[in-house]
């Protein structure tokens, strides 16, 4: 059975930085697309960044050169790096998975899991 489950969310100031992590249980993820997002109240979920079987990354335009998506390997664990963090990044954010390796398809259609997801607040 696949789980996401997610950590590292939490309050910090404008400026600050966050590391988010997503331990998958159930299965080996580094052989499927896996991404982040985050939605705030009344807003769709938007695509924060994805990372595909091949390591290669790709980025909201509001997360380019601040955000940073990773994996491990050996821990099964997919990371959001968080830098220079503005009160426009505060949401829930949520783990995802696809069945796939690639990360097309689960843009176009949507991933198959998803994690809870963990609330970050920015202070100002």
């Known amino acids: 059975q696949v789980q996401l489950v997610e950590s590292g969310g939490g309050s910090v100031p404008a400026g600050g930085s966050l590391r988010l992590s997503c331990i998958a249980n159930g299965y080996k993820a580094s052989g499927y697309c896996m991404g982040w997002y985050r939605q705030t109240p009344g807003a769709d979920r938007e695509e924060v960044a994805t990372?595909?079987?091949?390591?290669?990354?790709t980025y909201a335009d509001s997360a380019k050169g601040r955000f940073t998506i990773s994996g491990d390997n050996v821990k099964n664990t997919l990371y959001l790096q968080m830098d220079s963090l503005k009160p426009e990044d505060a949401a829930v954010y949520y783990c995802?998975?696809?069945?796939?390796?690639?990360?097309?398809?689960?843009?176009?259609?949507?991933?198959?899991?998803w994690g809870n997801g963990t609330l970050v607040t920015i202070t100002s």
């Open positions: 990372l595909d079987k091949d390591g290669v990354a």
């Open positions: 995802a998975s696809d069945s796939r390796s690639y990360c097309d398809y689960a843009r176009k259609y949507g991933m198959d899991y």
